[in-house]
């Protein structure tokens, strides 16, 4: 039986409830054995669904709805999760590479997918799960671990998978990352690719998770078992393009006069705009931006996602990225979610328009680890260093996330090892066999702990991993494996890294100072390469950081920190040289009590490529 009725509900609108479908009722929605189908073709002539149950398939109208015609909508009897599904479009003038002007189009909204074909179904999902409660951390307590789902198990574990990672491959790594002391986990895009796997920035299909990887039910397990291990989950959103290859929103209803169809129209040009990545989307109608509202509001609402960080949002119409996130604020529910704009580092300038108008609460810190390998190579050290210690004029630390030792762009080698500047930071360094670069590595997670922002941290970085990431086998002729290696995180050299990062994410957590909007540079020793910084807490919790990025060391107690107005007990609390990290036995102060002498200055050991924390007693 099929039942009909027309919708007064435009695309966009939105329901404010947690608990029932925050989009407007898009693509195919199910409650109980009813599905609503709903498809935006303002070319089409003429819309059918085609819904299979075995080998069997039945096809039904949808009828223009009168307040908007461009938006066909039916509601269909008798329909259950798992059945594969299709619409079959009958465009106005036809379409060159098919004459008959019959077009079957997978559902743009379909929250899975057969495949990434051009020939794939769309399959009938019903969301709805009990979850686990979990509230999302707030802004200033979030340490942040970045991963690639497919890439990230199987490698070198008892798993043992030779091409990608599932979702309940991930599952199983949960544990690992919540005790390196993190408390968000950022996933790379997990959404329909072409290919076997990839970074994830181009999907074919934007609502449906890689098929790869697993069901939308897999993902969810796995965000609730995230959420059970005291885990936040940050989507890694990319709304500035589609696939280049199997677009399923390439003339979607037909051929229009600029080539691209309904996603994709420019107005202004003949051909669609284009990144290096893939078609950029038409992000002046309306009707796309609403789309991609859509998609954000699917994954906060049917994925409970924590935050959602936007790939290259300085490439979307400063109006397209304000209507998704005035869209998303609207729902009281989702104003504690964290939303991060990957933000180009030659626009920072408008870094606080970005947050205060836009209403992001994050910017993507670009710049971060280029300047701290400068630092670390001796160029204009110090005042490399105090470029980036700072938040460059945002209201509030956590507006600025950070990542010393680089992300997946600065990881990541799509060239087969052609790109010699994407690497691990250790491997910049000299590699995870020198000694220095691991010390440096060290200092760099450290430090990026201990200063204000958001820290986080590319997977691999935890265990001084070596080489370059990426998540397929390439043509390298060393090796053609990129992936992590849990081999590496396990053997004596991944151990003492991932010691320091358990240690140093421990210390940011028992010390309110470290998660403050407080910064002051109290001590500046240009001729032996030293800086020192203060922070604290209205608590009464005072700590001071002590950098030092040179071969020179003080083992007498001989180094003196001018602490003015700190008169006290003081204790080390952290020393990024200590034997359990790979340095050596009474490197540093540990136990030892310091004191404020006389003439207020705190007198320290003080190693070679090293950071030390201080705290007030």
Request: proline share 4%; net charge negative; hydrophobic share 40%.
């Amino acid at each position: 039986m099929v039942v009909e009725r027309w919708r007064s509900i435009s695309s966009g609108e939105s329901v404010v409830s947690l608990h029932q479908s925050i989009h407007s009722g898009m693509g195919a929605n199910l409650v109980g054995d009813e599905c609503s189908f709903r498809v935006w073709a303002p070319n089409a002539i003429a819309v059918s669904v085609c819904i299979w149950q075995d080998e069997w398939m039945s096809q039904v109208a949808l009828a223009p709805e009168p307040s908007n015609p461009s938006y066909w909508s039916v509601d269909v009897a008798n329909v259950a999760a798992g059945q594969p599904y299709q619409f079959s479009i009958i465009n106005k003038g036809g379409d060159p590479a098919n004459p008959g002007g019959i077009l079957t189009r997978v559902d743009a909204y379909a929250r899975q997918v057969e495949s990434a074909e051009d020939n794939a179904r769309g399959i009938i999902v019903d969301w709805q799960q009990e979850w686990s409660e979990f509230a999302t951390p707030k802004f200033a307590d979030l340490i942040v671990y970045e991963a690639h789902v497919g890439s990230f198990a199987g490698l070198n574990d008892h798993l043992n998978i030779s091409t990608y990672a599932t979702f309940a491959d991930f599952e199983t790594k949960l544990g690992y990352i919540r005790e390196l002391g993190f408390n968000a986990l950022q996933l790379l895009p997990t959404e329909q690719v072409d290919g076997i796997d990839g970074e994830g920035y181009g999907a074919t299909n934007l609502f449906a998770p890689h098929n790869g990887y697993g069901t939308p039910a897999d993902l969810r397990s796995l965000v609730d078992a995230a959420h059970r291990h005291g885990l936040a989950v940050i989507f890694d959103v990319v709304y500035h393009h589609a696939s280049t290859s199997h677009n399923h929103y390439w003339q979607y209803d037909g051929n229009t006069s600029d080539g691209g169809g309904i996603y994709f129209e420019d107005p202004f040009h003949y051909e669609p705009a284009r990144d290096e990545d893939g078609r950029s989307f038409a992000h002046w109608k309306s009707e796309v931006q609403n789309f991609l509202l859509d998609h954000a509001r699917m994954l906060l609402n049917e994925y409970r996602g924590d935050g959602l960080r936007f790939d290259m949002a300085h490439s979307l119409t400063w109006e397209c990225t304000q209507h998704i996130i005035t869209g998303l604020r609207e729902n009281p529910y989702w104003r504690d979610k964290y939303l991060i704009a990957e933000w180009t580092s030659e626009q920072q300038d408008r870094w606080g328009t970005v947050i205060r108008e836009l209403g992001f609460n994050a910017v993507w810190g670009m710049s971060d680890p280029f300047a701290f390998l400068r630092a670390v190579n001796g160029e204009n050290t110090i005042d490399q260093l105090k470029s980036f210690i700072g938040w460059r004029g945002l209201d509030r630390s956590w507006n600025f996330i950070r990542y010393l030792l680089g992300s997946h762009d600065r990881i990541a080698d799509s060239q087969s090892g052609k790109q010699p500047e994407n690497r691990y930071f250790v491997e910049l360094c000299g590699g995870r066999d020198n000694w220095y670069a691991r010390a440096k590595a060290r200092l760099g997670w450290a430090l990026n702990v201990a200063m204000p922002g958001t820290p986080m941290l590319f997977m691999g970085s935890e265990c001084h991993h070596w080489g370059y990431w990426w998540p397929n086998p390439d043509g390298n002729l060393a090796t053609s494996e990129h992936r992590f290696d849990w081999a590496i995180a396990g053997d004596p050299i991944g151990i003492s890294m991932r010691n320091l990062v358990k240690d140093i994410n421990w210390v940011r957590w028992h010390n309110p100072a470290l998660r403050s909007d407080t910064l002051q540079f109290i001590h500046e020793d240009l001729t032996n390469t030293v800086l020192a910084f203060k922070r604290w807490h209205e608590g009464g919790n005072i700590v001071v950081v002590v950098v030092n990025l040179s071969d020179r060391q003080w083992q007498e107690h001989d180094y003196g920190i001018h602490i003015d107005g700190e008169i006290g007990q003081w204790s080390e609390i952290f020393n990024s040289q200590s034997p359990q990290y790979d340095g050596w036995n009474d490197s540093g102060n540990y136990e030892h009590n310091l004191q404020i002498q006389v003439d207020e200055k705190l007198y320290i050991n003080l190693p070679k490529w090293s950071i030390l924390i201080f705290r007030k007693q």
